[in-house]
């Protein structure tokens, strides 16, 4: 707990911020947080007290939205927390580039080719399934100016 | 090989097992201890292993083997009981005895084995003669306590502590061999024939040591405490009848301890023993000299606890009882006055004063001396003030063992019918000294000095301890009870005390204001103390004021009234209004502590220290604040509010002005204190010290307290308090207010709209309560940029705050209410689900959306009319297809994506669980007709279609999401089994496939919903005619090999037997022909030509006097046979 007070984040490129703050009281399991500067969502919470009567602080777990690696940390229940914004959106995959990109189609029609086949048995499925013709749609997530691809799902004929 | 070499080659075989099974881990591989484990299971498994074990027993000098030999003696010999001739068996049984009288040295645990098997035999003859051969060994054993040296004295007691474990258990003896009529009708035939005789001639045995007057030698004391044991046993032994259900009988065996062992329950016959003062007088002389002893006492101390609560036949002759309990309390007093009661004594010594007071009805005690009752009186208060310390002691020092705590739980009970009965049998002076010493040692143990006596506050403070209010709630409702007996004391002292607490809170204030004060260590503790005090007195008073209700309108306790009607001769009401509205405090003025009602000071102080609290947040010293106190303050408001604000004057045969004149119905000063309390609320939940999710608790309880009530909520929705609320949660930065208050409000919201009689009135404070969130709601969906800026992040966050609101006001829902809110809410419903479709990527809005559901479910559904029904049911339609479609064939990265699942599913099938008591639970008047058809069970088996595919078996494996998946597919099944079974066969083959793996896998309750969702299943199609035509039928058949097969091979938990009773007899009227070639079959794969007969036996008498024909009466028949059936079979199957 020693850096929460000196805790500041970098706003985004574009000027927007990229957090938000909250009293820390109000924060939520499953809602997210950041935790040592990395977008996290709150997996554990609870609260301490200095002693019978002393006041609440609150001890946050978190994972990593990203890497999914474990941060903690402790912090005055009055005290403010920085919230990431965090997104997601769904794209349709067009194409995947011989050199492992993503050719993703937003829902109006943009493209985009930055993002890489992520890593793992998803991406393994998500390269047979293309090259068995299926198709797929990706959820991108997105927070602190970082994006990856989080999930897919193979589209099916209900879908809009 | 002869017998002799293959027994020689087994000892070695299973020595050098031994060794291997005793080496130290770092010595032995985990393969090597597993082969060797492997060596003594499949010896275990021998046939026929006599000879072998006895070769054994007698060359083997290991322990560990000698041990396990008695084992599988012990296993052999109930399974192949009819198959030994007698003059085996009665030779066998001479050596075991041989055996243990011959080697001193043999270790203990073998020992007790060996002993084992011997009772085992014994009672197994028992069963066959009647107990003649148990009664010829007794005599024997009798001879050798009385006349045999002290180890064959010791050998004599441990012989009969074996017989009598053997015979005091029957629902789970180790002794599967025999079916549970036998058990119970062996141990009948013991406890008649021989079990006074035993306690008789154990009794006469301490009578001769207690003879023996010098220093008791180490052998000496071995055998008394045998012989303890063995009183002890029978004086605990379960005298259970007939007439009790099995299960029953399994609780009762299963208590040892001196506290919950079912009292005595003696014949006649007992009687010339137990009335003979004699044998009273023996036990607590026996208790004086054992009493140093840990080891020994509580054996003894059991004896005692049991004999203060003698009932049954014994007592024919009233006099005679009462005879024999004065001369028991006579020596329990001597006893208690004399000697200063231990820590481990005292849990028993107070449950010898909660029998003797529960076992007499009062008029009996008028009957004993006076003198006597007023001893046994003041020894248990003087009893209760030093548990009372001890419990107190123990809290400070942190105690693992809290044994005063427990005895003073314990000993607190009985003080409810002495004092209910004060005035008849208990003299009242003496109760309310006795009242007066108690409450005051309490109080004294918790508030430090001058006044009290504790130190130090949790040093060690544990953020997972219990609060004091959960975690001595018991102790607190009694302390209640005195605190209303003597309020003329009570009351006046606790306003007194937290005055003077008060008072040096000031004095800090003082100081920290001006600014020459140094912050220590010492100064926090300072104020810690005040506010451990006040905190204290608090939960105390607020036990004195109020009583628990649980669940019933809570009321001025009667005590109160009367002691407020009494003082209400001096009280001067004008004054008392004055300074409750002005929170004022007795010592600031003077002349206000006559003429102020009691219970108002206290009230008073309250509103004080709220007012107290609020100044100093104003000030930014909101560090002199203890959350915890500002909880029990709020805790403390509620519970008065619930009982004394604008009470029912109907409810009361008497009633007290001043009471009346401050907190009545259709007064002004009622009016002031309720809107008071909402300014209260308002504060708190904008207070820095309220974001402990429990203090959010405590304050939205307050407020529910106050709109519970139709006259309540009547004031509350025209006081100011209330629309302050409603202004905070509109103005307030949605981020700023936490869920469970947005929730909180709304539900207080909706549950005050009760309280409008006139439909315009109702309408118009809809209109200015939900209607704006709802507009804006539409705004936000309808814009034409919605599905350009859905994903931006205020957006979400107004979504998100919407949903709670909805939640909150669903959940307030009433019977009056429903209509209209459903009305309002239900046209977002199709909104709320489509957006399941735009935001399926943020698992929190799809979960408030799924919790709305939710609510509607819970609170609304059984009120709504069918055209309602029809429409909520199409909108679940929706969203459970909405939630299908993003989630089916979806593959997450997520590190918390197994964790999402689970809460979706979780929450769903709370949903389904929900909308499916629809069908039990209709409080509609409506008798219309739906016009699409849909009922409750259709959304049910609609919404079950979707979760089964993400009902993984990893998720299964989540122990709440397992047991909340099986409990609704077994409700569905028995609920709508038309719609599951042959409605949607494709959702059933589903679920079966669930069902089959739930059967082995995941324990036996879940077993057990197993088997019960077969049955339900078994008996639906059983009664459709042409069943053979529904393709279920034939999907359900390979069930019943299934079960079979698990039953024949034990891998169904005893446990979960009783159910799969019930599922067998069911498909086996489904299916008949295949049930006898099922087990056919079964009786054909087995190679032994015994154990071939064996099982044909079993089964023809498993089916034997059983119609299947589904009735009630044949079930419950057929359950017995397959009782004796899994005993009868497990006896023979499973052996080499």
Same mark, same amino acid.
């Given at each position: 707990?020693?850096?929460?007070?000196?805790?500041?984040?970098?706003?985004?490129?574009?000027?927007?911020?990229?957090?938000?703050?909250?009293?820390?009281?109000?924060?939520?399991?499953?809602?997210?947080?950041?935790?040592?500067?990395?977008?996290?969502?709150?997996?554990?919470?609870?609260?301490?007290?200095?002693?019978?009567?002393?006041?609440?602080?609150?001890?946050?777990?978190?994972?990593?939205?990203?890497?999914?690696?474990?941060?903690?940390?402790?912090?005055?229940?009055?005290?403010?927390?920085?919230?990431?914004?965090?997104?997601?959106?769904?794209? =349709? *995959?067009?194409?995947?580039? &011989?050199? +492992?990109?993503?050719? @993703?189609?937003?829902?109006?029609?943009?493209?985009? $080719?930055?993002?890489?086949?992520?890593?793992?048995?998803?991406?393994? =499925? *998500?390269?047979?399934?293309? &090259?068995? +013709?299926?198709?797929? @749609?990706?959820?991108?997530?997105?927070?602190?100016? $970082?994006?990856?691809?989080?999930?897919?799902?193979?589209?099916?004929?209900?879908?809009? | 090989?002869?017998?002799?070499?293959?027994?020689?080659?087994?000892?070695?075989?299973?020595?050098?097992?031994?060794?291997?099974?005793?080496?130290?881990?770092?010595?032995?591989?985990?393969?090597?201890?597993?082969?060797?484990?492997?060596?003594?299971?499949?010896?275990?498994?021998?046939?026929?292993?006599?000879?072998?074990?006895?070769?054994?027993?007698?060359?083997?000098?290991?322990?560990?083997?000698?041990?396990?030999?008695?084992?599988?003696?012990?296993?052999?010999?109930?399974?192949?009981?009819?198959?030994?001739?007698?003059?085996?068996?009665?030779?066998?049984?001479?050596?075991?005895?041989?055996?243990?009288?011959?080697?001193?040295?043999?270790?203990?645990?073998?020992?007790?084995?060996?002993?084992?098997?011997?009772?085992?035999?014994?009672?197994?003859?028992?069963?066959?003669?009647?107990?003649?051969?148990?009664?010829?060994?007794?005599?024997?054993?009798?001879?050798?306590?009385?006349?045999?040296?002290?180890?064959?004295?010791?050998?004599?007691?441990?012989?009969?502590?074996?017989?009598?474990?053997?015979?005091?258990?029957?629902?789970?003896?180790?002794?599967?061999?025999?079916?549970?009529?036998?058990?119970?009708?062996?141990?009948?035939?013991?406890?008649?024939?021989?079990?006074?005789?035993?306690?008789?001639?154990?009794?006469?045995?301490?009578?001769?040591?207690?003879?023996?007057?010098?220093?008791?030698?180490?052998?000496?004391?071995?055998?008394?405490?045998?012989?303890?044991?063995?009183?002890?046993?029978?004086?605990?032994?379960?005298?259970?009848?007939?007439?009790?259900?099995?299960?029953?009988?399994?609780?009762?065996?299963?208590?040892?301890?001196?506290?919950?062992?079912?009292?005595?329950?003696?014949?006649?016959?007992?009687?010339?023993?137990?009335?003979?003062?004699?044998?009273?007088?023996?036990?607590?002389?026996?208790?004086?000299?054992?009493?140093?002893?840990?080891?020994?006492?509580?054996?003894?101390?059991?004896?005692?606890?049991?004999?203060?609560?003698?009932?049954?036949?014994?007592?024919?002759?009233?006099?005679?009882?009462?005879?024999?309990?004065?001369?028991?309390?006579?020596?329990?007093?001597?006893?208690?006055?004399?000697?200063?009661?231990?820590?481990?004594?005292?849990?028993?010594?107070?449950?010898?004063?909660?029998?003797?007071?529960?076992?007499?009805?009062?008029?009996?005690?008028?009957?004993?001396?006076?003198?006597?009752?007023?001893?046994?009186?003041?020894?248990?208060?003087?009893?209760?003030?030093?548990?009372?310390?001890?419990?107190?002691?123990?809290?400070?020092?942190?105690?693992?063992?809290?044994?005063?705590?427990?005895?003073?739980?314990?000993?607190?009970?009985?003080?409810?019918?002495?004092?209910?009965?004060?005035?008849?049998?208990?003299?009242?002076?003496?109760?309310?000294?006795?009242?007066?010493?108690?409450?005051?040692?309490?109080?004294?143990?918790?508030?430090?000095?001058?006044?009290?006596?504790?130190?130090?506050?949790?040093?060690?403070?544990?953020?997972?301890?219990?609060?004091?209010?959960?975690?001595?709630?018991?102790?607190?409702?009694?302390?209640?009870?005195?605190?209303?007996?003597?309020?003329?004391?009570?009351?006046?002292?606790?306003?007194?005390?937290?005055?003077?607490?008060?008072?040096?809170?000031?004095?800090?204030?003082?100081?920290?204001?001006?600014?020459?004060?140094?912050?220590?260590?010492?100064?926090?503790?300072?104020?810690?103390?005040?506010?451990?005090?006040?905190?204290?007195?608090?939960?105390?008073?607020?036990?004195?004021?109020?009583?628990?209700?649980?669940?019933?309108?809570?009321?001025?306790?009667?005590?109160?009234?009367?002691?407020?009607?009494?003082?209400?001769?001096?009280?001067?009401?004008?004054?008392?209004?004055?300074?409750?509205?002005?929170?004022?405090?007795?010592?600031?003025?003077?002349?206000?502590?006559?003429?102020?009602?009691?219970?108002?000071?206290?009230?008073?102080?309250?509103?004080?220290?709220?007012?107290?609290?609020?100044?100093?947040?104003?000030?930014?010293?909101?560090?002199?604040?203890?959350?915890?106190?500002?909880?029990?303050?709020?805790?403390?408001?509620?519970?008065?509010?619930?009982?004394?604000?604008?009470?029912?004057?109907?409810?009361?045969?008497?009633?007290?002005?001043?009471?009346?004149?401050?907190?009545?119905?259709?007064?002004?000063?009622?009016?002031?204190?309720?809107?008071?309390?909402?300014?209260?609320?308002?504060?708190?939940?904008?207070?820095?010290?309220?974001?402990?999710?429990?203090?959010?608790?405590?304050?939205?309880?307050?407020?529910?307290?106050?709109?519970?009530?139709?006259?309540?909520?009547?004031?509350?929705?025209?006081?100011?308090?209330?629309?302050?609320?409603?202004?905070?949660?509109?103005?307030?930065?949605?981020?700023?207010?936490?869920?469970?208050?947005?929730?909180?409000?709304?539900?207080?919201?909706?549950?005050?709209?009760?309280?409008?009689?006139?439909?315009?009135?109702?309408?118009?404070?809809?209109?200015?309560?939900?209607?704006?969130?709802?507009?804006?709601?539409?705004?936000?969906?309808?814009?034409?940029?919605?599905?350009?800026?859905?994903?931006?992040?205020?957006?979400?966050?107004?979504?998100?705050?919407?949903?709670?609101?909805?939640?909150?006001?669903?959940?307030?829902?009433?019977?009056?209410?429903?209509?209209?809110?459903?009305?309002?809410?239900?046209?977002?419903?199709?909104?709320?689900?489509?957006?399941?479709?735009?935001?399926?990527?943020?698992?929190?809005?799809?979960?408030?959306?799924?919790?709305?559901?939710?609510?509607?479910?819970?609170?609304?559904?059984?009120?709504?009319?069918?055209?309602?029904?029809?429409?909520?049911?199409?909108?679940?339609?929706?969203?459970?297809?909405?939630?299908?479609?993003?989630?089916?064939?979806?593959?997450?990265?997520?590190?918390?994506?197994?964790?999402?699942?689970?809460?979706?599913?979780?929450?769903?099938?709370?949903?389904?669980?929900?909308?499916?008591?629809?069908?039990?639970?209709?409080?509609?008047?409506?008798?219309?007709?739906?016009?699409?058809?849909?009922?409750?069970?259709?959304?049910?088996?609609?919404?079950?279609?979707?979760?089964?595919?993400?009902?993984?078996?990893?998720?299964?494996?989540?122990?709440?999401?397992?047991?909340?998946?099986?409990?609704?597919?077994?409700?569905?099944?028995?609920?709508?089994?038309?719609?599951?079974?042959?409605?949607?066969?494709?959702?059933?083959?589903?679920?079966?496939?669930?069902?089959?793996?739930?059967?082995?896998?995941?324990?036996?309750?879940?077993?057990?919903?197993?088997?019960?969702?077969?049955?339900?299943?078994?008996?639906?199609?059983?009664?459709?005619?042409?069943?053979?035509?529904?393709?279920?039928?034939?999907?359900?058949?390979?069930?019943?090999?299934?079960?079979?097969?698990?039953?024949?091979?034990?891998?169904?938990?005893?446990?979960?037997?009783?159910?799969?009773?019930?599922?067998?007899?069911?498909?086996?009227?489904?299916?008949?022909?295949?049930?006898?070639?099922?087990?056919?079959?079964?009786?054909?794969?087995?190679?032994?030509?015994?154990?071939?007969?064996?099982?044909?036996?079993?089964?023809?008498?498993?089916?034997?006097?059983?119609?299947?024909?589904?009735?009630?009466?044949?079930?419950?028949?057929?359950?017995?046979?397959?009782?004796?059936?899994?005993?009868?079979?497990?006896?023979?199957?499973?052996?080499?």
């Amino acid at each position: 707990m020693a850096d929460i007070e000196d805790t500041h984040f970098d706003t985004g490129d574009s000027g927007a911020s990229t957090t938000y703050p909250m009293q820390c009281s109000a924060l939520r399991k499953n809602g997210f947080v950041m935790l040592k500067a990395r977008p996290c969502k709150i997996v554990d919470m609870s609260t301490s007290k200095t002693g019978k009567h002393g006041h609440a602080k609150v001890h946050l777990v978190g994972l990593d939205i990203f890497s999914g690696k474990k941060y903690e940390d402790i912090c005055p229940s009055t005290h403010n927390m920085d919230v990431p914004f965090v997104k997601r959106e769904d794209y =349709q *995959l067009t194409d995947i580039s &011989d050199d +492992g990109y993503l050719c @993703l189609m937003s829902d109006n029609g943009d493209l985009r $080719e930055d993002l890489k086949i992520p890593e793992g048995d998803i991406g393994v =499925q *998500l390269k047979n399934e293309y &090259d068995n +013709g299926k198709e797929l @749609l990706c959820t991108v997530l997105k927070s602190c100016g $970082e994006e990856c691809v989080i999930a897919i799902k193979t589209n099916t004929a209900l879908d809009k | 090989m002869t017998e002799m070499e293959q027994a020689q080659q087994i000892l070695l075989e299973l020595e050098a097992a031994g060794s291997v099974m005793l080496a130290s881990p770092s010595l032995v591989t985990n393969e090597q201890r597993n082969a060797a484990e492997t060596v003594f299971m499949n010896f275990r498994k021998t046939n026929m292993p006599y000879s072998i074990c006895r070769y054994i027993l007698d060359c083997s000098k290991v322990d560990f083997v000698l041990f396990e030999t008695a084992g599988t003696l012990r296993d052999a010999l109930i399974r192949d009981w009819l198959l030994l001739s007698q003059d085996q068996k009665n030779e066998l049984r001479q050596y075991l005895f041989q055996f243990i009288m011959r080697d001193g040295n043999i270790a203990a645990f073998v020992r007790e084995r060996i002993l084992q098997v011997i009772a085992i035999m014994i009672k197994r003859g028992s069963v066959e003669d009647g107990g003649q051969e148990r009664s010829n060994i007794l005599d024997e054993v009798e001879k050798l306590i009385f006349n045999g040296d002290l180890r064959k004295q010791i050998l004599g007691c441990s012989i009969v502590l074996a017989l009598m474990q053997e015979y005091s258990t029957t629902v789970k003896s180790t002794d599967v061999g025999l079916t549970w009529e036998s058990h119970y009708s062996a141990k009948k035939e013991f406890e008649a024939r021989d079990l006074r005789r035993i306690f008789i001639f154990s009794t006469h045995a301490l009578n001769e040591i207690q003879k023996l007057s010098h220093q008791l030698s180490p052998d000496v004391l071995t055998v008394l405490k045998h012989l303890l044991n063995i009183c002890e046993s029978v004086l605990v032994w379960g005298f259970i009848s007939k007439t009790m259900p099995k299960y029953l009988i399994g609780m009762f065996e299963g208590i040892y301890n001196s506290e919950n062992s079912p009292t005595l329950k003696l014949g006649s016959d007992w009687k010339e023993i137990i009335t003979n003062p004699s044998t009273i007088d023996l036990y607590f002389h026996i208790y004086w000299i054992v009493r140093d002893n840990p080891q020994f006492s509580h054996h003894c101390l059991n004896c005692l606890v049991q004999l203060s609560s003698i009932n049954g036949n014994i007592w024919t002759d009233i006099s005679e009882r009462m005879n024999y309990m004065k001369n028991y309390l006579e020596n329990f007093i001597k006893l208690v006055s004399t000697v200063k009661i231990l820590d481990r004594e005292s849990i028993g010594i107070s449950t010898i004063i909660k029998r003797i007071i529960n076992g007499y009805n009062p008029s009996g005690f008028s009957q004993f001396p006076s003198d006597l009752v007023k001893q046994f009186l003041e020894n248990t208060t003087l009893l209760t003030c030093q548990f009372a310390e001890g419990a107190a002691s123990e809290e400070k020092l942190c105690q693992d063992d809290q044994m005063f705590f427990e005895a003073f739980n314990n000993i607190l009970r009985p003080w409810v019918s002495i004092i209910a009965n004060s005035n008849q049998s208990f003299p009242e002076e003496l109760c309310k000294n006795a009242s007066i010493q108690i409450f005051n040692t309490y109080l004294k143990c918790h508030i430090s000095p001058p006044y009290g006596t504790k130190t130090s506050i949790d040093v060690e403070f544990n953020e997972n301890e219990e609060e004091d209010r959960i975690a001595n709630k018991e102790q607190l409702q009694y302390i209640g009870i005195f605190g209303r007996l003597i309020p003329e004391h009570t009351l006046p002292l606790l306003v007194n005390l937290i005055e003077g607490e008060i008072k040096n809170m000031r004095t800090i204030i003082e100081h920290v204001h001006s600014g020459n004060c140094q912050w220590s260590e010492s100064f926090q503790q300072k104020i810690n103390t005040i506010h451990e005090n006040i905190h204290w007195m608090f939960l105390i008073a607020g036990h004195i004021l109020t009583v628990d209700s649980e669940g019933e309108p809570s009321m001025i306790p009667s005590e109160i009234m009367h002691h407020s009607i009494k003082q209400s001769k001096k009280v001067n009401i004008d004054m008392t209004l004055k300074f409750l509205n002005n929170q004022m405090l007795v010592m600031d003025i003077p002349g206000s502590e006559e003429s102020v009602d009691d219970v108002i000071k206290l009230v008073s102080i309250a509103f004080h220290l709220c007012e107290l609290e609020k100044k100093l947040i104003e000030a930014k010293m909101e560090s002199l604040c203890s959350p915890l106190l500002s909880g029990t303050i709020v805790w403390f408001l509620r519970e008065f509010s619930q009982a004394y604000l604008m009470p029912n004057e109907t409810y009361y045969n008497e009633l007290s002005m001043p009471l009346l004149q401050a907190f009545g119905q259709h007064t002004e000063a009622a009016n002031w204190v309720l809107n008071y309390l909402l300014n209260k609320v308002e504060h708190n939940i904008r207070s820095p010290l309220y974001v402990d999710v429990s203090l959010i608790e405590d304050t939205i309880g307050l407020l529910m307290s106050l709109v519970d009530m139709r006259h309540k909520a009547e004031i509350v929705i025209n006081c100011e308090g209330f629309w302050k609320l409603f202004q905070l949660q509109d103005h307030i930065r949605k981020d700023q207010l936490v869920p469970e208050v947005k929730e909180g409000l709304f539900k207080a919201f909706s549950l005050a709209a009760d309280a409008f009689i006139g439909k315009d009135k109702q309408n118009e404070y809809w209109l200015r309560v939900i209607t704006p969130t709802i507009d804006k709601f539409r705004k936000i969906i309808t814009d034409d940029n919605f599905r350009k800026v859905y994903n931006d992040d205020e957006v979400r966050l107004e979504i998100m705050d919407i949903l709670h609101k909805c939640i909150g006001l669903a959940s307030g829902a009433v019977i009056n209410t429903t209509s209209t809110i459903f009305s309002i809410l239900h046209p977002t419903l199709n909104d709320f689900s489509a957006l399941i479709g735009l935001y399926h990527n943020y698992q929190n809005i799809v979960h408030l959306i799924i919790l709305l559901f939710v609510e509607f479910s819970k609170k609304m559904l059984c009120f709504l009319r069918m055209e309602e029904s029809d429409r909520f049911y199409m909108s679940c339609y929706q969203m459970v297809d909405m939630y299908a479609r993003y989630n089916i064939n979806r593959v997450s990265l997520d590190s918390d994506a197994e964790d999402q699942c689970y809460q979706d599913l979780f929450i769903f099938l709370e949903l389904l669980t929900h909308i499916m008591s629809k069908e039990v639970l209709d409080l509609s008047s409506d008798v219309g007709k739906s016009i699409t058809g849909k009922t409750a069970g259709d959304v049910c088996v609609y919404g079950l279609q979707v979760i089964l595919p993400l009902m993984t078996i990893d998720l299964l494996k989540l122990p709440g999401l397992c047991s909340q998946y099986y409990k609704f597919t077994g409700y569905m099944c028995e609920m709508v089994p038309l719609k599951l079974c042959i409605e949607s066969v494709e959702i059933f083959k589903g679920v079966l496939t669930t069902i089959e793996l739930g059967l082995t896998m995941f324990g036996h309750e879940i077993t057990s919903l197993c088997t019960d969702f077969l049955q339900s299943a078994a008996s639906f199609l059983y009664r459709q005619e042409n069943c053979i035509m529904h393709e279920a039928y034939h999907l359900l058949k390979p069930f019943l090999k299934f079960l079979m097969e698990l039953i024949l091979s034990c891998q169904i938990s005893s446990d979960a037997l009783s159910s799969t009773g019930h599922a067998l007899y069911t498909l086996i009227c489904c299916y008949p022909e295949e049930f006898q070639q099922i087990s056919m079959q079964l009786i054909n794969n087995q190679t032994d030509v015994q154990i071939i007969d064996r099982l044909r036996n079993a089964f023809t008498l498993l089916t034997t006097n059983i119609d299947f024909n589904g009735q009630h009466l044949m079930k419950c028949r057929f359950k017995n046979n397959f009782d004796s059936f899994t005993t009868n079979i497990r006896g023979f199957l499973f052996v080499k």
